[in-house]
């Protein structure tokens, strides 16, 4: 029988703006999903990342599974309420829809799911990221599976050596899932141009060629193409199994050493270094820097060990160090240029009603004609 890994994330309240969850929302969401969880799943890990909840669930009904997924609504909905009476920030903000139908794809919470083959050793990483988008793990996931300097394990073992499929979609497409698949290395410059959007073409999934299987799930969902308008930014979660015909968990891990920049921080509307961090660490500076998370998990006829925090080793805390000086090097340069984001993907309207105001005092110099020569 097949395993189904499924993480499904919200954002349903924090304390003090956007910084973490409160402990009676996350006990209620956890008691939720443990009672009436019972006979339908089979494990479960829950833990926060800034103002995100992470519900993963490990189960045997496939993907898109509708009891499954209306399990988590049903938890992130008991959480709202905690979080309404407590008075917590933004209580209920990323369930968009009043009411559940069929699966949470494009009712507000992100979701990542893979079913697998089962190895007799099941080595997976969970990632979770706070005040970013999903285009943040691009660059990682193109460095993981296409990079020789970053992934050894390309030339050193022949499984790995016969490539990996690329799904990307392309997340400014609403009427549907516009996807593309790619093929890796044969096709490597095309997904790189791909990739270097990360606002536009998402990486949803990648698989071995050498053996058929799924090796990473994202969430792709932006809130405002739900919402028609911006609701807060889409915080992913994804899941990438790791070891033999997959590469290595420090080869998944090592391009997080890099804090590149990516969408987030401060009203969703600045570019800010990605920080990697340990579970269940909340916001702090100018909103940001966007976080991200990885616990590490063997699952095993379909239960799950405890998790291990991959970013908690001390090795990270030279890199948060990094990152923390790349962050406030570029809050020195405030709304200019490449500190805040584009037109398109600010989060708040308010620099397009300036312009639409101004637009009306431009004015056209007229040049004045040089004196005909006598
Ligand atoms: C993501 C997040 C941000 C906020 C954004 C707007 O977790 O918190 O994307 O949604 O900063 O926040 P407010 O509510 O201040 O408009
Ligand atoms: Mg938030
Ligand atoms: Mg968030």
């Known amino acids: ?41 089979q494990d479960h890990y829950i833990g926060f990342t800034g103002d995100d909840i992470a519900i993963l669930m490990t189960h ?16 992130f909905v008991a959480g709202t309420a905690i979080a309404k009476e407590e008075g917590l920030y933004g209580a209920g903000q990323d369930l968009l829809k009043d009411s559940f139908s069929g699966n949470v794809h494009g009712l507000g919470p992100a979701v990542a799911e893979m079913e697998i083959n089962e190895r007799p050793n099941e080595p997976f990483l969970f990632f979770a990221a706070d005040k970013t988008d999903p285009g943040a793990y691009n660059l990682p996931l193109f460095l ?60 949803e999934s990648v698989w071995s060629r050498a053996s058929g299987e799924q090796c990473a799930a994202v969430a792709t969902s932006r809130l405002h193409n739900i919402a028609g ?15 033999m015909d997959f590469p290595a968990t420090g080869e998944v891990l090592a391009p997080y050493a890099i804090g590149h920049f990516v969408a987030g921080g401060m009203r ?16 702090s500076y100018f909103d940001g820097p966007p976080l991200v998370s990885c616990a590490a998990f063997c699952v095993h006829g379909t239960k799950l060990t405890e998790p291990a925090d991959c970013f908690a080793h001390p090795l990270w805390d030279e890199v948060r ?9 570029m809050r020195r340069q405030g709304f200019n240029g490449a500190a805040m984001l584009p037109m398109a993907e600010l989060e708040y309207t308010g620099v397009m009603d300036k312009l639409a105001k101004l637009e009306k005092r431009f004015t056209v110099r007229v040049q004045k004609k040089p004196a005909a020569a006598a």
């Open 229 to 243: 308008k911006y609701t807060g930014k889409d915080d992913p979660v994804m899941m990438v199994r790791t070891q």
């Open 144 to 203: 993981t599976f296409a990079d020789v300097m970053t992934t050894p394990g390309l030339i050193l073992s022949p499984k790995l050596s016969q490539g990996f499929r690329w799904v990307v979609m392309d997340v400014n497409h609403t009427e549907g899932d516009r996807v593309i698949e790619l093929v890796t290395p044969e096709e490597i410059y095309d997904l790189a141009a791909l990739l270097r959007d990360n606002e536009r073409f998402v990486v």
């Open 60 to 75: 045997t009904h496939g993907v898109r599974h509708e009891q499954v997924h209306k399990l988590a609504w049903d938890a």
């Open 1 to 41: 029988m097949k395993t189904t890994l499924t993480v499904i994330k919200a954002d349903v309240g924090s304390i003090g703006g956007h910084i973490m969850p409160s402990k009676r929302l996350l006990a209620r969401v956890q008691e939720v999903v443990e009672s009436a969880g019972k006979a339908l799943i």
């Open 268 to 283: 969703g509307s600045h570019n800010m270094p990605l920080m990697p961090v340990a579970l269940n660490t909340p916001t």
């Open 321 to 329: 160090a990094h990152v923390s000086r790349k962050a406030i090097d």
